[in-house]
């Protein structure tokens, strides 16, 4: 339960990260911005989803 809780915080923390990025980008310019925009939505489908998932699981397998 704790490791799931550490990996919760580290999850936020990479959301926090992404959208200061992306704040920053929009100082650039609206191409810019909606590069990174969609660079990070890319990310979080494919990659943070991905993770949460597994980190879910693990935590119900851990349980039984």
């Given amino acids: 339960m704790i490791l799931t809780n ?9 959301s926090v990260m992404t959208l200061v ?3 920053f980008a ?3 310019g609206e191409l810019e ?3 990174a925009t969609l660079a990070n939505s890319c990310a ?3 990659g943070f989803a ?8 693990c ?6």
């Avoid at 991905?50 to 699981?57: H, K, P, S």
């Fill in 21 to 23: 990025s992306v704040m």
């Fill in 26 to 28: 929009g100082h650039l």
């Fill in 44 to 46: 979080t489908v494919t």
């Fill in 6 to 14: 550490v990996f919760y915080y580290l999850i936020t923390l990479v």
């Fill in 33 to 35: 911005l909606a590069g």
């Fill in 50 to 57: 991905f993770m949460a998932t597994l980190i879910c699981y």
């Fill in 59 to 64: 935590s119900y397998v851990m349980n039984i």
